[in-house]
């Protein structure tokens, strides 16, 4: 019994001393990570706008004429109007520098009369429903204004596996790479959703028309690289969609 006392009390100490020194050893941070992250604060609401049919072409007469109330709070990086894979819609990207900003930005807004009277009072009647999303560029990705103006813009939502970039950032962005590498597509950005539907990732794409969009995209299709980077990313993906978009003519980037 003594001879089993003095084995376990030689364990205890052995034990105590291991967990010290894991204690002092310093935590690899890799190992909690979800991947590179943003550098700064800055992040961009997606807002989709649902409109009713008979009201589609007065509510875009109606935001042309106004919008300008609305620019005066914050950035407006784009607005569109869906042409294929949704009807009657409308989705526009706001820029933010911090959510304190967007906040301060909301609470103006709520006490500007001339944006709730001559705009918010006429427009919210006219749609269904709205939906909003928070994100964030990936970090490997910037906004890159398109060569000019004039063309039409692809929106493609790839909901991804969950893990974040640690997990699928490699082989996305080798798709992404491939594509634009290649002269098939101009990346005007890539963003990971923060808040609303998770583990999504939107590309927007610009294209001169939407007949170089479906020779590009046939071309492309023929291409051993591209098929090849997107199989590799097409494994962290569960399902994906697309809209066509054209640039509204009070749009800041067309």
Known sequence: M?????IFRNASRHAVKHCLSVKNRPTPSASISTGPQQQNGNFYEFRTYYIQPHLNAAFLKLTNEKIHLRTAH????????VEYGGVNQVFHIWKYDSYAQRASVRAALAQDPSWIEQYISKAMPMLSTQDNEVTYLVPWSKIQTPPKDGGVFELATF????GGPAVWGKAFQGAVGIHTGTGYAHSVGVFHSEFGPLNQVHALWWYESADQRAAIRQKAHGDARVVAAVRESAAYLVSQKNKLMFPCTFSPMK
């Not at 003594?2 to 003095?6: A, D, T, V, Y």
């Not at 909901?159 to 969950?162: E, G, S, T, V």
């Open 74 to 81: 914050s950035e407006l990086l784009g607005y569109w109007s």
């Open 159 to 162: 909901q991804m596996k969950p």
């Open 2 to 6: 003594i001879q089993l006392r003095g």
